[in-house]
Structure formats: C-alpha cells, structure tokens
C-alpha cells in the first residue's frame, strides 16, 4: 500500500550522446521527461516537426501494408494470440535494422501500391459490367449506336416501353407526319424494347416528337462501334484487369514472409517517433542538452551509475517541491496489484492521500465472491485464469494483472459458494433426482442465501458497516499522517460514536427484532450510556461540522447539514443489499436453468437435452452474473468506500519508455 516516492531528475550531457543517452533510457522506462524551462541565447528548443511528420508516414506506411497482408494472407494464430504478449528482440537488432529499413519501406510502400490496383480494378469491373449488361440487347445489331443517319435520312436508335410492335410504331410515325418510315425491332424483352427507326431528314423532327411521346430513350451506353464489337472490347477489359488484380494479389502473398519486418518497423519509427517528441522538449545549445524529469526514488541510484558509466554527463536528483506536479505510481504486492487498475479508473491518489489499493483488494475480492457464490462458476474462473497465467509466461503485465483479479476472484467465488452450498445452482439435486431416482444434495457449509434471504441481507449489512468504518479508519490514518489530531476527533471519532451508538440501539428495537429474527435484550445502563454518547457525538459534530466558518450561525447551521449526513450512511448501508440482490440472481438463474434441462425427463433424450441447456444455460449465467458482480463490486468501492476518505486527482507517471506493438527488449539487454 504505498504511493512511491518521486525525484526530480537534471541531466546535462554532450550533444553527440544524445542519441545514445536517450535510447538508453527509452529502454529503461523510468523517467517521465518534462519540458525543460531553460530557454535563452545560449539554450533553445528544436523544432522537430518535419522529422516527425516523416516519421509518421513510416508508422501509417507499416501499419497499413500489415493491414493488407492480413488481409490477403492472414497470419495463423490461435484464439489466445492476446495473451501471448510481444516478442523479446535486442539492442542489437535494433541498432542494425536502420541498415534494411529503407528496403523494408518500399516494400510497404509497394504493398500499398498493390493494394491499389486491386481496388482500382475491383472498381472498375462493376463499370464495365453495368456497361456489358446495358449493350446485350444490342449485340446483334450491326451499326454504331450513336450513329444518326445520313445526309437525306435520319436515324433514331434507342428504347422504347416493352410490348412495342413494329406496325403499330410504323403507324402511329405515320400519323404523326413522318413520312416514308422504316422501323427495326433490334431485340424485346419484358423491360424495354430496342429499336431503330429510319426516316426522311426532313421529317425528323415530327417523328422525335412522336416517339418521345410513346417514351423513347437514347440507349445508356452509346460506344462509336458496332456493339458485338464493344461487348468484346469490354470483356477483354475485364479479363486484362481480373487477370491485373490476381497478380497484385498473388505478389502481396508473395511477401508474406515480410511481415516480421513490417512489424519490427512499425516498433522501429514507433520509438524513434517518440524520441523526437522527446528531443523537441529538450533545451539545447551547440554542443549540449539539457533533460529534466521524475523518477521513481528507488530507481536513481542505479540510473545515475549507467550513465556514469557510459557517458560524461552531470545528474543531479532532488526531492520534489510541495508546489511541483509529480507524477504517482503505485507500487503493490501481488495480491492487491491486480486491482491498481480499478483505482486508477476512479483516480490516482492526490498529494497526502494514502494508496486505497491494498485495503479495497480484500473487500474488492470478499465481494465479487458474495455476488457471483457459486463454487463451480469460481472453479471455472479460477481455472482458466489460472491455466492462462501458467501457459502464457510472456503475457503482457496489464493483461496478467487483470487475469490474476480475476483468479482471486474466482477463488473468493469457490469459498462463498462452499459457504453457501451452490455448485451450479442446484444441479446435484436435479440431475439425482431426475437421473437416477434418488436424491443427493452437497448441504451448505453455513447457510443457503435462499432459504434464508433475511439472514444474508443482515450479513450483508454488517459487510457493509465493515467496509464503511474501514473507509473512515483510513480517513484517520491520513489525517494522523498529516498531523491533523483535531480532525481526527471532528471527521472520525464522532462519527463513530454516533454510528456505534445508533447501531447499539438499533439492536434492541422491536423493528429489527422483526426483520432479523432475533430479539437482543439491552441492559439498561448500555441503552442509556449509547443514548448519551449519540447525543454528545451529534452535539459535537453540530459544534465543528462547520468549524471553517467564524460565523457562529453559519458554523451550527453547517454543522446541522453535516450531522444530516447520517442519511447518507444509511443509504450506504443498504446499498449493500445489492450484495443479497446479485448473489440470489445467481442461485435462482441457475435453478431455472436445471429445471428446464430436466423437463425432458430421464432417458437418454432427457440427457441431451439437459446437457445442452445445462451448458448454453449456465454460460449465458456466469456471464452476466460476472458482469454485474464487477460492475456493483466497483460501484461499491467507487461510491460508499472512497466516498469517506479519498478525492484522488493524481496525474499518472508516464515515463518514457518502449511503447511498442510487437517487440520488446530482452530484460538482459535492459539496461543498454
């Protein structure tokens, strides 16, 4: 449970080891760099804009040519690939690829290349076969359809509505005034009928009219050439660009086995990248920078003897001033540092507050135990993440860390399940009972929730007080860090009198004797001694509830608001029923889901059935219930715990450091 304690670092070094220097500490990750403030004739910034911007197009290039191989040739890979973590390289390794990353650019460039011509011809197809399709109708026609007569005759290629007859066109051309008329059916058919109507270039214009009244359109696609002659042209396209994007492909899965260089280029500009930023925060002068930032206190001294050992620089490190931003890390044990990300998604402790982390694992796994309470579903839980932890020893430590919350959460599951007799619901007594004509039960270790739902909401509340008071004890323990023995008293110790107290007469009312079943008889003197130190810690909160204030009036009336927060504290309490709420979720689902699969009976047909809606039953259940019970666990600690005693607000340390998707450096080259 401890925040680490942060140092300033300065770092003057000689400009021609700058490259060095900060690629060593890239590797290491310890330091946070910040913008060094010093700026004048001799120190200035370097803008490195442009070389980042170049930069950056190798990273989209990189991403983008892994993006079509993945496409055309899809890496194997296993369902666990996740877990698998990045692969360990060398300084080495790194240092000579800038001898083949020019090569290996213009491969990504080239598989882009590619990828374009593909889309260009896939584009392009469709084109040509909206085109192929609109001439079919006139491939057995012989003349141009844009031709438009000649000098003395005029010339109509185009559609009209289908069911159009010749005669009927013939005649009603006639009527109209076009004379000396000659009318083609090219082709029918139920959507349009293709013709050709040939008349006097003088009565063209009547017999447009004309047809332009029965619905004539020009075709859609009018090529300068007979169209069995541009139906071939079309198709011999067609094949040339098929023939095109086949090639293309082919050569990107040509090159599959690039993508091992692809992916170290990616890592390679991704740190360079990253250096530059880096580099653009520096105050150099001619021959020197200048480096300042924060790292963990545990880290100086080893830091300090590389550098000296393999450069001439001047460190220096320093305890952060109380005004100064410094970053937080956390640093836990294993049971409590798979849930320093529940922390961090609230907020990081601010200045003088305590690291929550190790206190809210206990009751962060105690429960998500309580709301999941089966043993099998937690044997489940804690085998997977289990064999995942063992099998996978390369797994990326973010991912660890949430495998293992879930192992410890799995395992508090087993526990309350024992407690509570729950293995899949009730599945031993059904399938006993419909399987075998007997009944067998594994009997609760203590009691089952469903029998008693009372008794488990009373349990839940006495959590719930426990994880309340706890907040406040921390509360305590940072105002005794900070030397603040008056707020001890005002915030801590009268709220405790007064809970206490209040929860003392509580017990001997007739109204929780009706609730929990059992009837607590009180002496008199400890009813009249909770009575007087309700009143006097009510009194007291009243009195400094408002201390901040030097108004008299305004210090009671503050002090009234502050003692009314006692409602808070009951709503808190009972928000801990949902503890009750998700753990009898879980058992009644899973009963229903056993009934169901039993309705079909014994026999081997019953068996079927039960097995498949046991197990579609049963993984819809474990599913949901280990949704709701992360989500209230969190809203649990979110809202009632740190309620009580943290603000957070802490800026997380970002150190800089091998950001990168698919390699990393082995731990023996770690150190440069």
């Known amino acids: 449970m401890a925040v680490l304690p942060m140092q300033r670092m300065e770092l003057c070094a000689l400009k021609i080891n700058r490259k060095k220097i900060l690629e060593m500490l890239q590797r290491r990750g310890v330091v946070e760099v910040h913008d060094d403030p010093q700026d004048d004739d001799v120190f200035r910034k370097t803008d490195t804009a442009s070389a980042r911007a170049v930069l ?7 991403r983008e040519s892994l993006k079509i191989l993945n496409r055309y040739a899809p890496e194997p890979g296993s369902p666990f690939s996740a877990l698998e973590g990045r692969k360990a390289t060398t300084v080495e390794r790194y240092d000579s690829f800038a001898e083949q990353r020019d090569s290996v650019l213009q491969l990504a460039y080239r598989l882009s290349s590619l990828e374009e011509e593909i889309q260009e011809s896939r584009t392009e197809i469709p084109k040509l076969q909206i085109q192929t399709e609109a001439l079919e109708p006139w491939k057995d026609f012989e003349l141009p359809l844009n031709f438009s007569g000649t000098k003395k005759a005029a010339a109509f290629i185009g559609v009209l509505p289908p069911g159009t007859q010749k005669e009927a066109l013939e005649e009603q051309l006639n009527a109209a005034g076009a004379d000396a008329v000659s009318v083609e059916i090219v082709s029918s058919s139920p959507e349009q009928t293709c013709v050709m109507v040939l008349c006097m270039r003088t009565a063209a214009h009547a017999a447009e009219d004309c047809l332009r009244e029965l619905g004539y359109a020009k075709p859609a696609v009018a090529p300068p050439v007979p169209p069995a002659e541009q139906l071939k042209k079309i198709q011999g396209t067609v094949e040339a660009l098929t023939q095109k994007a086949q090639q293309a492909q082919e050569e990107i899965i040509r090159h599959r086995d690039a993508r091992e260089n692809l992916k170290f280029m990616l890592d390679y500009y991704t740190m360079r990248f990253e250096k530059y930023g880096v580099i653009s925060r520096l105050s150099q002068s001619r021959k020197t920078f200048l480096l300042t930032g924060y790292l963990p206190a545990r880290e100086a001294g080893a830091l300090q003897e590389e550098l000296d050992a393999s450069f001439p620089v001047a460190v220096k490190f320093e305890t952060p001033g109380e005004e100064e931003d410094v970053p937080v890390l956390l640093c836990n044990n294993g049971f409590a540092e798979p849930v320093e990300s529940v922390v961090e998604s609230y907020s990081l402790p601010g200045k003088g507050e305590t690291d929550p982390t190790a206190v809210m694992s206990i009751f962060y796994y105690v429960m998500f135990g309580m709301m999941l309470s089966d043993a099998a579903y937690g044997a489940l839980l804690t085998g997977i ?52 004509g007997t009944h067998l039960t594994i009997p609760p270790l203590w009691f089952a929730p469903l029998n008693q739902p009372m008794r488990m909401l009373m349990f839940c509340f006495i959590i719930g007080l426990v994880h309340l008071f706890t907040g406040l004890a921390m509360k305590l323990y940072q105002l005794a860090r900070a030397g603040q023995y008056k707020d001890i008293l005002y915030d801590v110790i009268f709220w405790y009198a007064l809970i206490i107290s209040l929860i003392v007469l509580l017990l001997g009312q007739k109204t929780f004797a009706n609730i929990s079943g059992a009837s607590i008889v009180l002496p008199g003197p400890v009813s009249n001694t909770a ?41 808190d309490v009972l928000s801990y029923s949902r503890l009750l709420a998700l753990g009898l979720a879980t058992g009644v689902i899973a009963t229903v889901i056993n009934q169901m699969g039993s309705m079909s009976g014994g026999g081997v047909v019953g068996a079927i059935v039960f097995v498949i809606i046991f197990i579609l039953g049963h993984t819809l259940n474990i599913g949901i219930n280990m949704l709701g019970a992360y989500v209230h666990t969190n809203r649990l600690q979110f809202v009632e715990f740190f309620g009580k005693f943290y603000s957070g607000g802490g800026r997380k340390f970002r150190p800089f450091a091998v950001n990168t998707k698919y390699y990393k450096f082995r731990e023996d080259h770690k150190n440069g």
């Open 385 to 436: 993440c289990g064999y995942c932890l063992y099998r996978f020893q390369n797994m990326e430590k973010k991912m660890r860390n949430t495998l293992k919350m879930f192992l410890f959460c799995g395992i508090s599951t087993v526990f309350w399940g024992v407690m509570y007799g729950s293995y899949f619901g009730d599945v031993v007594d059904v399938v006993s009972k419909t399987f075998f």
């Open 56 to 62: 950056e197009k190798g990273i989209t290039a990189s």
């Open 531 to 571: 009575s007087a130190v309700a009143v006097v810690s009510a009194v007291g909160i009243i009195l400094t509830g408002g201390r901040e204030s030097r108004n008299w009036f305004k210090r009671v009336l503050k002090g009234l608001y502050s003692l009314y927060n006692i409602t808070g504290y009951l709503s």
